[in-house]
């Protein structure tokens, strides 16, 4: 009775803990020390498990939390900034198919449920492998070892039909007194190739929602698992991590003014792109010096990264350039769009890492107002996000999205490597405007060369 108490007073802070740290993560400020309360919590998590009565296999426990952690540790000490989205979604999935194993051994050792329960059981299994194997298509397309996204004939009956056969089943073996290896086999197989036939048709404009929707899948699962095992701590953390992966859903879909259903079930492709409108003109080159005397001269600077500048790991160098312009008195500020970049906050951490202060960087409804009385529009590396197609050309499948109105600045230069089209597949009509130069060139030796012109005109 006294070791009950103790646990479960000690999962309440956990979750208190959690709930604390998740508050914290809110602002770029706290955020580190959010962070650092949740890791602390969830190792006090895992321990006071041990505590657990009747607890079996506590060696093999050991030395899955040693491999598991080690590995987490390392891979989480060499991975790059540019490769976090991946991480983040891998390990997302990690979580699902944790979740979804818990189901598999409740339903090999034929533990009698009741009927909620067993449902429960059921849908946690199917949702947990749907956000593994999703997760770990996510991953290659991100990785780039998949490049291309996969449509299949009669997609959406495909899905729907997937997805009854596959509960069906889980319902039958879930009902069953004693459930047998094929079924199960078929059962897993099954929800693992649904989480697969989701996400292969989803192009890398949707890919920033897609991990936050599988993130929502796997809280979700975690939580249902918590229910079947009673046990109070999954249960809270799978709430917490389920409910805030929603609401980020949610408010990434708004900011692409795109219906999660859409996502899911009509993604934005290379293929999709070309319904919209021709885009005419031509795009006209700057060199270094241009850009370097066009900003150096201006009042007021506005800077928009994309991924093409975590490509290139030239965060460092665009703030070394900044700081050189506020020392000649040109005012600079930094724009952030809610999906730019692979993942939520994906460019928020990246000027982080490289210095820039928390408040000369700005949201979308911050600074949309500001373009207009900019005199330079600098844009690194990103596409789609300041596509003026989403406002005026209604037959663009991002037409409605809101963009950073980088095209309404005086003047815009474009870094980018190539003139090939976004991670969409969308041409983006603001590279043919007349006020529009494009850099081309990586971001980190184009930077760098901007750099030595404002010294030089600085001399």
């Known amino acids: 009775m006294t070791s009950n108490w103790f646990i479960n007073a000690s999962y309440f802070g956990v979750a208190l803990v959690f709930i604390l740290g998740l508050k914290a993560m809110s602002s770029p400020v706290t955020a580190r020390k959010g962070i650092i309360w949740a890791g602390f919590a969830m190792i006090a998590a895992t321990v006071v ?80 492998s749907v956000a593994f194997s999703g997760s770990c298509v996510a991953f290659a397309k991100l990785q780039g070892l998949m490049n291309k996204a996969i449509r299949l004939p009669y997609q959406n009956n495909v899905n729907f039909f997937l997805t009854l056969i596959t509960f069906g089943i889980g319902l039958t073996i879930g009902y069953a007194d004693s459930p047998g290896g094929f079924e199960i086999f078929l059962f897993f197989a099954l929800a693992l190739a649904l989480g697969v036939v989701l996400v292969l048709p989803i192009g890398g404009a949707d890919m920033p ?155 979308l409804e911050e600074i949309n107002a500001d373009f207009a009385q900019a005199d330079v529009a600098l844009v690194i590396g990103a596409n789609d996000v300041v596509n003026p197609v989403a406002r005026t050309d209604k037959s663009s499948p991002i037409y409605g999205m809101p963009i950073l109105n980088a095209d309404l600045a005086q003047n815009v230069i474009v870094v980018k490597r190539g003139k090939g089209a976004g991670y969409s597949g969308i041409e983006n009509a603001l590279f043919y405007k007349e006020n529009c130069r494009m850099l081309y ?3 980190q030796s184009a930077i760098s060369e901007v750099i030595t012109h404002v010294k030089a005109l600085e001399a």
């Open 49 to 128: 498990t041990f505590f657990l009565p009747n607890l079996h296999n506590i060696g093999l426990m050991v030395l899955a939390i040693v491999l598991g952690g080690g590995l987490a540790w390392w891979s989480g000490k060499v991975v790059k900034m540019t490769d976090m989205p991946q991480m983040v979604a891998i390990y997302n999935g990690m979580g699902g198919g944790a979740a979804a194993g818990i189901a598999a051994v409740e339903l090999v050792r034929g533990v009698q449920h009741s009927a909620m329960v067993s449902t429960l059981l059921v849908l946690g299994a199917i949702i947990g």
């Open 441 to 443: 060139g990586s971001a």
């Open 209 to 363: 929602v897609v991990i936050s929707l599988l993130n929502a899948f796997t809280g979700l699962a975690v939580g249902f698992k918590g229910f079947v095992l009673g046990n109070p701590a999954l249960i809270v953390a799978g709430i917490v991590v389920g409910a805030s992966g929603t609401l980020l859903t949610q408010l990434m879909a708004k900011a692409m003014n795109r219906p999660i259903k859409n996502i899911i079930f009509a993604p934005l492709t290379g293929e999709a792109a070309e319904s919209g409108a021709e885009v005419e003109g031509t795009m006209r080159e700057a060199s270094a010096l241009d850009a370097a005397a066009l900003m150096r001269y201006g009042q007021k600077v506005i800077i928009v990264p994309g991924y093409g500048m975590a490509v290139a790991g030239a965060q460092h160098k665009v703030w070394e350039m900044a700081q050189l312009l506020e020392e000649g008195g040109v005012e600079v500020a930094f724009a952030i769009h809610p999906v730019a970049g692979r993942m939520p906050g994906h460019m928020n951490v990246l000027l982080a890492e490289a210095g820039v202060p928390y408040d000369k960087i700005f949201d």
